[in-house]
Structures are given as structure tokens and as C-alpha cells.
């Protein structure tokens, strides 16, 4: 492969016109010849950059409202033709082909399209046919042909054309292509999910699915050392890196799960934090400071937070900062960490610290694991019910301060492994059991931490993300010392664990939702 190749001429045609102008601008002063269509011809003569149009360079006219302008063969024959090939040159001459060396082409907007509420004629009006054509031609043509796909890339290519006397390397037209072929892949895996379920019952869950996701960054092995590791997509938008090495693979899942806790949160105005270990809560405290939030997770459980995550919902003070420098932990997460409070916080140079950007998240994306031979797709639970909505079922109806706290435990409980417990107050958790093979072994777990702890239970409200199957559940939980249980109930023996819990005195009431995280 030739190591330069000198850009003479460019067929330039975009949806997305953000830079075109100065791209334009450069590939003038480069010495390069523009061809263009449309609405980016329009851009680039409404600036004053000499354009050829492309019916003028074919010879023949867009036709079909412009559905057909640049699929024809002086096109296609100047990307494709190969210059080292001497048939091709032979051919080129016979039809009178000029070669175009540069193509910077984007879709029409798809993913944009289907975003909103659009009928099936417009979406497929905005499947991009000629664009895809000349971008898969040019990237085919690496070795004579450079394609640009993303405006992000302009400035480099403009950087190395103006040093390079108008040349680009084969290293960056690699590199582009590499690109370019990804980005054809993503924007038929759009059309081809949306296609597909858009007349499915169960939309957006169509009959073929197909994700593509640039690589973020390397990871310095898998979730155990002998492992290897990446991350791809848009991880790193929501979770900036402002300190520390660099991230592991189980630090990403960690982040992620710590972050997906905290918005169920995102309509408490209070102060919020968060312990976990292992993606999963050991600790969530409520109060009106971030260290006095910080001291009632951190007493449900003091022995986890070593070397665990803590996260909070509003900006990290020194208070706060100091607190927590008394452990060692993996990541600390906020939404935004002041100057001075960095500056402490970077003195430890393990410890990693991210700002997460909840404009950056998309909490309707579908949700993804790995199978054996395949993929299980769902979409996401969003559900958080409401305690006041729930059904009582027992003699005695909660308490106010009874409710809030089963709200309070609803969205903890949903992020704790099945089978989830918490016994919660209204502003903290007090004792957490999950990732059991029974139901009432996290009960269990539950009550004989907190008694080693020398934690009281009394007073407390016991939330669960399973319904209890048989009446030892209430009737431990009670021992333990809760007064009310919200459960998502539908047991075959409902009748004898309600009868259990009015044995006690026990509040209850039924959700009808479960929130099961295997």
C-alpha cells in the first residue's frame, strides 16, 4: 500500500454540515476539487467555496426527488478504480473516469427519525441508499481512497493535509476505513432492529437484533486477571475519569450499578449516598448533609465498604471527602467534585474518582446478557411502585413514617441481588440480605449482621423484592423486631403469611411488582 496519497479531488455530501464549511475552506487552500450535492452544495457555495456539481461531473441529472444522484458509474468507477491496477487505468481512460481520492460522506438522519413518533413511510424516506453505496466503495478502495464519515474527524484531517502538502497517510486512511465500515454496520443495525419490531407485539423486541459499539478503551484484563478486556460505547460519556488508574472491568460494572441506584433517587432533594460492593448496596443513606448521609450507610454495614464504591447525588464537599478518606475504596462517584475537594481526593492515587453526567444516560436502553450461543434482550426496569398505591392486606394499615420508608426501601431492594431483603427506616438502611438460594436465608443474614453489629432492628420496616412463599417470613422479621412489610405478594399461600403477619401486628401490603436481579 502506497504510505501517501496526494487528495486532488473530493466528493464531499452530508446530512450533518457541522464543520463543512471549514473542511470545505481547507480542501480549497489544499488544491483540492470539490464535488457536491444538494443541500451541502448549497452550505459550501453559500460560503463561497468553489463547487462542481455532481449532475454536472456525471453528466446526469438527480432524479426521483434526489434519490438517485450519486449512484452512477463516474462515481462509483473514480472511488473504486484501483490506481495501482493497470486494467483499471486502461478502463478509466476507455470511459473517461476521474479518480476521487477524498470521501466525506453522513447519512440520512435514521436513528434521529425513529427517536420521535414516525410513521413507517417516513422512516424509511430517511434510509440513506447512495450514502452507505459511497462509503462502503471508498473504504473498500482504502489503498488509493480516504472516507470520512464523522465531522469529529475533520480537524485532524485538516491538520495533516496542511502539513502534508494536500497528502494523507495510510495509517489514517486505515484507520478510516476501519471506521467507516462500523459506522455502515450501526446505521443498517438501526434500520434492521426497527424494521424489524415495528409491527411487532413486542416492540422493541424484534425478530433480529444487532448491536454495534466502538470501542471506548483497553482494559487492563477481564473480571479476573487471566482474562482479557474492553469496554465499548458510550460508558465513558457518563462516567468521566477525573482521577486514579485506569479503570477495570469490574470497576465499570460497579460504576454503572452504583449509578443506576442512585437515579431511582433522582426526585429526592436531600443528600443521598450510597456503599456498594460487588454491584450491589451495602449501605444507602438519607440526611440533609452528604457526611451525615454517609455515616448512616456506612452503619449498616462498616465492614463491606473496604475497598468498595461510594456514590452520592450532590457535589462532594471536604466534609464529606475527609469522611471517607478514613477507608480505603475503589471509586468514589458524585455529580460534580469542587477544586478543592479534587485537590484532596487526588493525594490517594489509587482511588479513582468520576463524575457521572445524568444527561449523558439513556435509562431506556434495552437491557443485555450473554447466553451461551446468543443474547437475552429486555427492556429495562424502570417500574418503582408507590407504597401508598400498594394494597393492605393485613388488619393494620402502615403508618405515614411506615410508608416512606417502604418507598425508601423499594428502590434499594431493587438494585440488591434476588433474594433481596432490607430492613429500612425512612431514611437509611439497616441491615441488608440478598443473593440466596431461599427466601428466608436473607432474613436470616439479615438480622444476625445487624445483632453483630449491635444494630437494633426494632421499629424497622422489612421491604422484599420476592413475595414470601411461606409465613416464616413475616414471622421472623418480626422477632428481628420490623412492624410493616411491603412485598410484591401472589403466593399460593398468601393467606397464611398475611394471617402470620396479623399474629404480629404487622403491617402489610402488597406491591404486585417484583424486581428480580439474578
Same mark, same amino acid.
Given at each position: ?9 473530493? %466528493?464531499?455530501? $452530508? ?11 481547507? #480542501? ?42 450519486? #449512484? ?23 470511459? =473517461? ?20 413518533? /414516525? ?57 478510516? +476505513? ?6 455502515? &454496520? ?17 416492540? !422493541? %423486541? ?8 466502538? =470501542? ?46 442512585? %437515579?431511582? *433517587?433522582?426526585?429526592?432533594q436531600e443528600a443521598i449516598v450510597a456503599i456498594l460492593k460487588h454491584n450491589t448496596p451495602c449501605g444507602v443513606g438519607v440526611a440533609s448533609t452528604l457526611e451525615e448521609a454517609w455515616f448512616k450507610a456506612l452503619a449498616t454495614d462498616p465492614d463491606s465498604p473496604f475497598g468498595g464504591i461510594i456514590i452520592a447525588n450532590k457535589p462532594w464537599d471536604l466534609e464529606l471527602a475527609r469522611a471517607v478518606d478514613e477507608l480505603f475504596t475503589e471509586v468514589l462517584i458524585g455529580p460534580e467534585f469542587p477544586p478543592d475537594v479534587l485537590r484532596f481526593l487526588r493525594k490517594k492515587k489509587n482511588r479513582r474518582v468520576i463524575r457521572f453526567h445524568p444527561e ?16 437475552? $434482550?429486555?427492556? !429495562? ?69 445487624? &445483632? ?9 420496616? #422489612?421491604?422484599?423484592?420476592? #413475595? *414470601? ?27 397464611? /403469611? ?9 403491617? +402489610? /401490603? ?9
Amino acid at each position: 500500500m502506497t504510505d501517501k496519497i496526494k487528495i486532488a479531488r473530493a %466528493l464531499v455530501g $452530508v446530512s450533518d454540515k457541522t464543520a463543512i464549511v471549514e473542511l470545505g475552506r481547507a #480542501l480549497v487552500r489544499c488544491g483540492v476539487e470539490i464535488i457536491s450535492t444538494g443541500g451541502t452544495r448549497s452550505a459550501l457555495e453559500a460560503a463561497s467555496i468553489p463547487v462542481i456539481a455532481v449532475e454536472q461531473f456525471t453528466g446526469f441529472p438527480e432524479i426521483l426527488g434526489g434519490r438517485v444522484k450519486t #449512484l452512477h458509474p463516474r462515481v462509483h468507477g473514480g472511488i473504486l478504480a484501483r490506481r495501482e491496477d493497470a486494467g483499471d487505468r486502461r478502463q478509466m481512460d476507455e470511459h =473517461r473516469l476521474a479518480p476521487i481520492d477524498l470521501v466525506v460522506v453522513n447519512f440520512y438522519p435514521f436513528e434521529r427519525a425513529i427517536a420521535g413518533s /414516525v410513521s413507517l413511510p417516513e422512516a424509511i424516506e430517511n434510509i440513506d441508499i447512495g450514502g452507505p453505496a459511497l462509503v462502503r466503495a471508498a473504504a473498500k478502495n482504502y489503498v488509493s481512497v480516504a472516507v470520512v464519515v464523522d465531522p469529529e474527524d475533520y480537524p485532524a484531517i485538516i491538520r495533516e493535509l496542511e502539513d502534508g502538502d494536500g497528502t494523507l497517510s495510510g495509517a489514517t486512511r486505515w484507520r478510516l +476505513m476501519r471506521k467507516a465500515f462500523a459506522r455502515v &454496520t450501526a446505521y443498517d443495525s438501526a434500520i434492521s432492529n426497527w424494521l424489524g419490531a415495528v409491527d411487532e407485539p413486542s416492540a !422493541p %423486541l424484534g425478530e433480529s437484533f444487532s448491536a454495534t459499539l466502538k =470501542r471506548a478503551q483497553i482494559l487492563r484484563y477481564g473480571e479476573n486477571p487471566h482474562q482479557t478486556g474492553a469496554l465499548y460505547g458510550d460508558f465513558l460519556r457518563a462516567a468521566e475519569q477525573l482521577h486514579g488508574r485506569e479503570l477495570s472491568f469490574n470497576n465499570v460494572f460497579d460504576i454503572s450499578s452504583a449509578i443506576n441506584l442512585l %437515579l431511582e *433517587f433522582s426526585d429526592n432533594q436531600e443528600a443521598i449516598v450510597a456503599i456498594l460492593k460487588h454491584n450491589t448496596p451495602c449501605g444507602v443513606g438519607v440526611a440533609s448533609t452528604l457526611e451525615e448521609a454517609w455515616f448512616k450507610a456506612l452503619a449498616t454495614d462498616p465492614d463491606s465498604p473496604f475497598g468498595g464504591i461510594i456514590i452520592a447525588n450532590k457535589p462532594w464537599d471536604l466534609e464529606l471527602a475527609r469522611a471517607v478518606d478514613e477507608l480505603f475504596t475503589e471509586v468514589l462517584i458524585g455529580p460534580e467534585f469542587p477544586p478543592d475537594v479534587l485537590r484532596f481526593l487526588r493525594k490517594k492515587k489509587n482511588r479513582r474518582v468520576i463524575r457521572f453526567h445524568p444527561e449523558a444516560i439513556d435509562r431506556t436502553e434495552l437491557d443485555i446478557k450473554k447466553v451461551i450461543g446468543g443474547l437475552l $434482550v429486555q427492556t !429495562p426496569d424502570l417500574s418503582i411502585e408507590d407504597a401508598h398505591q400498594a394494597r393492605v392486606v393485613t388488619r393494620r394499615a402502615p403508618s405515614e413514617a411506615e410508608l416512606r420508608a417502604m418507598n425508601f426501601g423499594i428502590r434499594v431492594c431493587k438494585h440488591i441481588k434476588s433474594n433481596a431483603i432490607a430492613f429500612v427506616a425512612d431514611d437509611r438502611t439497616l441491615a441488608i440480605g440478598g443473593g440466596a438460594t431461599s427466601r428466608i436465608d436473607p432474613v436470616y443474614f439479615a438480622r444476625e449482621k445487624a &445483632t453483630r453489629l449491635g444494630l437494633s432492628l426494632k421499629g424497622s420496616v #422489612l421491604v422484599s423484592e420476592a #413475595l *414470601f412463599p411461606f409465613p416464616d417470613g413475616p414471622t421472623l422479621a418480626a422477632q428481628a423486631g420490623a412492624t410493616a412489610i411491603a412485598q410484591p405478594g401472589g403466593s399460593t399461600r398468601d393467606g397464611e /403469611v398475611i394471617e402470620a403477619a396479623d399474629n404480629y401486628d404487622l403491617a +402489610m /401490603v402488597f406491591t404486585g411488582t417484583r424486581h428480580f436481579r439474578h
